[in-house]
Nanobody, 115 residues
Framework: QVQVVESGGGLVQAGGSLRLSCAASGISFSFYRMGWFRQAPGKQRELVAAITRGSVTNYAASVEGRFTISRDNAKNTVYLQMNSLEPEDTAIYYC?????????WGQGTQVTVSA
């Protein structure tokens, strides 16, 4: 009964901001590395940002300095604050929970950035 549910996607103009949320249930959330991935048309899925159980973060070079990943273990939720959005950020954004051999994925949320 694992559930991973993204929210917060939408349409925004270039230079704007969005905040994505991912709520997970049915897992021991604090043990999991949480990550945000995205997939644009014609491209493979890529890591955007990840945060470990110890809150160590890493980012794709293309979003470093613009995006911030954070987690709230009390709420079993991970966030992705996206600022200074660019049309190249347009993609479906997926939330991932990883621990050892366990991987769980959300259904994705669409982010569209217009020029």
């Amino acid at each position: 009964q694992v559930q991973v549910v993204e929210s917060g996607g939408g349409l925004v103009q270039a230079g704007g901001s969005l905040r994505l949320s991912c709520a997970a249930s049915g897992i021991s959330f604090s043990f999991y590395r949480m990550g945000w991935f995205r997939q644009a048309p014609g491209k493979q899925r890529e890591l955007v940002a990840a945060i470990t159980r110890g809150s160590v973060t890493n980012y794709a070079a293309s979003v470093e300095g613009r995006f911030t990943i954070s987690r709230d273990n009390a709420k079993n939720t991970v966030y992705l604050q996206m600022n200074s959005l660019e049309p190249e950020d347009t993609a479906i954004y997926y939330c991932n929970a990883h621990y050892i051999s366990n991987d769980f994925w959300g259904q994705g949320t669409q982010v569209t950035v217009s020029a």
